[in-house]
């Protein structure tokens, strides 16, 4: 069904008639860019929330119309808009695009956003139709990873999405975002936008205010969000206290080896309740669908002994970390490593697998797997000075090298860069703000 009014409700967000605030350009646009002109499928952007999906999305269509398509071959349509709630049916995804089609693009081809498409039913099902009508169209979809990524989305469009996971900023967008272009920093620059990279963390908003007391109060609003609406009321929860409980003693394990058995006797201890293995095991997959927890499994070709060794857990901001934990001096070292965690997943994406690895007497923090084999190893030492704790990580990293047959292995400091031979093998040595610029 036409109907008139609804154009007038999504105009304002559209490039038809004005120039639209797509934000600060991200390093990941040009690969959606790449991942958009596949045929046959639809475009998904998931992600935490406040990521920046959005702004991502409408720079892809203000891409699209710098490579030569007009402005009326774009379509971007907010399900969050409260206007458009009046008209939240079963039918309202017929009546957008059939008003679009009339008013604004009659037959040529379209790129059409559905931003936050999960508050509509069906959308799934509408989506998998226009694919199969061949329309002339290359649909895109953004929403925040538990509400979209879900099993009856599997189900429907299996073989007709292609998903793009978008994390906060890169260290490189991180100082694009701060206007700072250069290549080269004093110590006590380095020093300092490290810090404030950890200390606040990355997603845009916390970047671009200037004052800290607004970075706090967001990224506490970010992080009770994403347990409130990502997880609670999404799987329509009843214990409260208890999932935020849980949620705290996950947090508290950042850059450390958690198990259900771990936080059950920590949950005990703390609230003097009980909670059934089977249903913590589930919460811990909604903070993993929520995108608020990264888990990396033991590297293990033995099934068994994977499912036994605890995963080590990483939260998708270190803003986050803080915000709830307090403690950023105590914490310097975990951090350091939760920080290289995110930007190994984002690097890594479907490609490669990450894993941590261990033996008795020490401990590997990542493990790159592409294919079938390990690829790479990365160690991360905040404090390289103490002899007794270098020696400890260089032993650990070659008796994983000699395991794995590698010739090389990484260690990421907080300022010492060298590289070494022992034993054959060839040990680098890299602060973490030149690592995280490569």
């Given at each position: ?259 259900i058995r771990k936080i059950r006797n920590s949950l005990k201890n703390i609230m003097k309740s009980s909670i059934s293995p089977s249903t913590l095991s589930y919460y811990l997959e909604y903070f993993e669908r929520s995108s608020l927890f990264l888990f990396f499994p033991i590297l293990s070709y033995k099934i068994k002994e994977q499912m036994q060794y605890p995963k080590k857990v990483y939260c998708i901001d270190t803003g986050l970390i803080n915000s709830v934990i307090p403690k950023f001096s105590e914490n310097i070292g975990r951090l350091f490593e939760n920080i290289v965690a995110i930007e190994l997943r ?93």
């Open positions: 069904m036409i109907i008139k009014e609804l154009l007038d409700i999504i105009a304002e967000l559209n490039f038809w008639y004005r120039d639209q605030d797509i934000g600060i350009e991200r390093e990941e646009l040009n690969e959606v860019n790449k991942l958009v002109n596949m045929k046959n499928v639809a475009l998904i952007i998931s992600g935490v929330r406040r990521a920046g999906k959005t702004c991502l999305a409408k720079q892809l269509l203000k891409k699209k119309i710098e490579e030569g398509i007009k402005k009326e071959q774009t379509l971007y349509i907010n399900f969050e808009d409260k206007k458009l709630e009046p008209y939240l049916n079963k039918d309202i995804l017929d009546n957008l695009y059939e008003t679009y089609r009339y008013y604004i693009n009659k037959r040529d081809f379209a790129y059409i956003v559905l931003d936050e498409v999960q508050n509509v039913d069906g959308w799934e099902k509408w989506t998998r139709m226009m694919l199969e009508k061949k329309e002339n169209i290359k649909i895109i979809i953004t929403g925040s990873g538990s509400k979209l990524i879900t099993p009856k989305l599997a189900s429907i469009l299996t073989g007709r999405k292609i998903t793009y996971e978008l994390f906060p900023l890169s260290f490189k967008d991180f100082l694009k975002f701060k206007k700072i272009n250069k290549g080269y920093f004093t110590k006590k620059e380095q020093e300092a936008l490290i810090r404030e990279y950890i200390e606040f963390g990355s997603f845009p908003l916390t970047v671009l205010t200037d004052e800290i007391e607004q970075k706090k109060y967001f990224l506490q609003e970010v992080y009770d969000d994403i347990v409130t609406k990502d997880i609670m009321f999404r799987y329509k929860l009843r214990e409260e206290a208890i999932l935020r409980k849980v949620a705290y003693l996950t947090m508290s394990n950042f850059s450390s080896h958690v198990s984002r690097r890594a994406k479907k490609e490669k697998e990450i894993y941590y690895w261990k033996d008795s007497k020490g401990e590997v923090d990542f493990v790159i797997k592409t294919g079938l084999k390990p690829s790479a190893l990365i160690q991360v030492c905040y404090n390289i000075d103490d002899k007794k704790t270098k020696e400890h990580e260089i032993q650990a990293l070659l008796r994983a090298m000699q395991e794995f047959k590698l010739k090389e292995g990484l260690v990421i400091t907080e300022n010492y860069e060298a590289e070494e031979k022992i034993k054959g093998k060839k040990i680098k040595f890299m602060p973490l703000w030149k690592w995280l610029l490569k």
